[in-house]
């Protein structure tokens, strides 16, 4: 059995001191509950480091734990975590239901206080299904098929994100969501408390080792808002830094410490922290912190050989994160995945820009937008916090709307995650259905795989041929919607197949160099063709990393450069 590396905290944005990581060996079985093997949590089955690798589909599967639970939480409430287990799942703690959840991308906890035993061990029991032939299932790149192909991937099955235990006071800190007021100069903290009736929550914000300001505030409510302003003269906090905007060229952090008091006794204590930082579209124009930014993204499928949709370390998402930006990126889109709250931490603090998307489902039913509502309000409100996220992505390329060319339902489902994201999220962009086909949104996005960096460069020349191009024989609007002066993003291009190893039996790119030279002058050609382009306000490459028969990474799928960073930087600066 291999031992897992992921045990740093699962939380980063919201950290309590007192936790216990049940990752590790795991009891596990196929179809019943007879746990006759062994398992790593937190990686799938179909997994290397799961020490299973077992590819054959299992509708269901079981896990079992046995636990002590640590003497400092003795007189707390104590919460079981799941980071992510697909795609529905049932719970019980020492023979007692707890808690069941449906959707494979978000997490959920348990409240175990009331079935725990303090004085002896705990038994978890997880039973998961996931019924791999369910093309309503908001699934993203796991193949409904024995055998992966195109661009679709081995599945994940069960859980695939950390399982922790958290000790929490009686009287405690439920959630916070921070908004961040940029031209006010400004953070609004919206929160919700649990517990006694008269609580008073303290709010200490630092920058680096500085304490800039604390603030009480009393609640009877259990909940409330309130809005710390940075600019007062006294503070001095806009005078001793130049910039203190968060951006990925300086991603700027200010710490947070939450203390929660019940009759003048501290209760509950959590660490957080926020950037400040704006995303808006004005005049046209993507703006970060009220400057045109343009963006030179990447996409990032969030896959690894050995562990699948489930990074093998902490340290694999900070490399991950130095290689893109080493190579001139700003920012990636996570394709069809929302990722692991670690690797959204580790773009906070090293400053990259993200576009944050769910896995999308293959058919379009009543039953599938139910669970997709409910699980993308899960992402929207788990992800909030984070400044690094800029840009939130519903749907991709009509899938699970195939029909919404002329279907009214679907139509009126890609305006319906529009506006709830807004609705919950009004301080980001949204992309409505990313590629083709938009009903609304803040941007027009569009994907183009042309290889030819001629046919690029006259079709992003002007408006006109831009709006009457068909990206995949598709219109850019449907439903009645037309081009309204939005930012324009070339969102998929390239896609260029390139390796320098043996050629695998099947791979593929949408289009192909044989060498080295060949493939950094078509890159280069087909990058300046879109930069040169007075309507283009961004790009993102198609991709990361090679993956499955996909050999069109800028990195091996051992997640290893092809080409050296620094030619890859020199492009994306225009450099010659």
Not at 45 to 67: A, D, I, M
Not at 104 to 118: E, L, W
Not at 257 to 280: A, C, I, L
């Amino acid at each position: 059995m291999i031992n897992t590396s992921r045990l740093e905290y699962p939380r980063p944005d919201f950290v309590r001191d007192s936790w216990l990581s049940l990752n590790g060996e795991w009891d596990f079985s196929f179809n019943d509950d007879c746990f006759d093997k062994k398992i790593n949590v937190p990686f799938a089955y179909q997994s290397k480091l799961s020490g299973l690798g077992n590819t054959e589909f299992h509708q269901t599967v079981w896990y079992r734990k046995t636990f002590n639970i640590p003497s400092t939480m003795h007189g707390d409430l104590v919460l079981l975590h799941f980071g992510a287990v697909d795609y529905s799942c049932k719970v019980w703690v020492n023979g007692v239901f707890v808690t069941g959840h449906t959707g494979g991308h978000t997490g959920f906890y348990a409240d175990i206080t009331n079935v725990a035993r303090f004085d002896k061990s705990n038994t978890i029991v997880v039973k998961v299904e996931d019924d791999h032939s369910d093309l309503e299932m908001p699934r993203g790149k796991q193949f409904w098929e024995e055998k992966p192909r195109s661009i679709f991937y081995a599945p994940t099955t069960g859980i695939w994100q950390s399982v922790w235990l958290e000790a929490v006071p009686h009287t405690h800190l439920y959630s916070v969501r921070m908004t961040p007021l940029f031209d006010e100069k400004a953070i609004k903290f919206d929160y919700r408390l649990c517990g006694a009736k008269n609580i008073m929550l303290e709010t200490q914000i630092s920058f680096e080792d500085t304490q800039i300001t604390s603030v009480s505030v009393q609640s009877q409510s259990h909940k409330g808002s309130f809005t710390v302003r940075l600019d007062q003269p006294e503070l001095l906090i806009w005078n001793f830094c130049e910039d203190l905007a968060w951006s990925p060229e300086n991603p700027r952090l200010f710490n947070v410490v939450f203390n929660v008091y019940n009759e003048g006794q501290m209760t509950d204590t959590v660490s957080s922290y926020f950037g400040m930082r704006k995303v808006s579209v004005e005049n046209n124009t993507f703006m970060l912190n009220n400057r045109p930014y343009y963006q030179k993204l990447i996409l990032d499928q969030g896959y690894w050989p050995e562990s699948l949709m489930t990074a093998p370390s902490d340290e694999a998402f900070i490399k991950d994160i130095e290689l893109v930006k080493a190579m001139g990126f700003n920012g990636v889109r996570k394709h069809q995945k929302v990722e692991d709250p670690r690797f959204l931490y580790h773009a906070d603090r090293m400053g990259l820009l993200v576009w944050s998307e769910i896995g999308s489902a293959y058919l379009y039913s009543d039953q599938y937008a139910t669970r997709m509502y409910r699980e993308w309000v899960e992402a929207l409100k788990r992800d909030y916090n984070h400044p690094c996220i800029v840009v939130w992505v519903p749907l991709n390329e009509s899938w699970s709307v195939q029909e919404i060319q002329n279907n009214v339902s679907q139509q009126e489902h890609s305006k319906a995650l529009y506006h709830m994201t807004k609705s919950l999220d009004s301080s980001r962009v949204v992309i409505d259905n990313d590629g083709w086909e938009h009903t609304c949104g803040d941007m027009l996005t569009i994907h183009d795989y042309e290889s030819s960096p001629i046919v690029i460069r006259d079709r992003y020349a002007s408006l006109e041929n831009i709006l009457k191009f068909l990206p995949n024989g598709k219109k850019l609007y449907v439903g009645g919607k037309q081009y309204n002066n939005e930012p324009i993003i070339v969102s998929e291009f390239g896609g260029i197949r390139f390796s320098q190893e043996e050629t695998k039996e099947n791979s593929w790119g949408y289009s192909e160099d044989k060498t080295l030279d060949g493939f950094v002058e078509h890159l280069r050609e087909l990058v300046n063709a879109l930069r040169c382009s007075r309507y283009v306000q961004g790009y993102c490459y198609t991709q990361l990393t090679d993956i499955g028969t996909e050999q069109n990474g800028l990195l091996t799928y051992r997640h290893e450069p092809k080409v050296s960073p620094k030619i890859i930087k020199d492009i994306n600066d225009g450099k010659k």
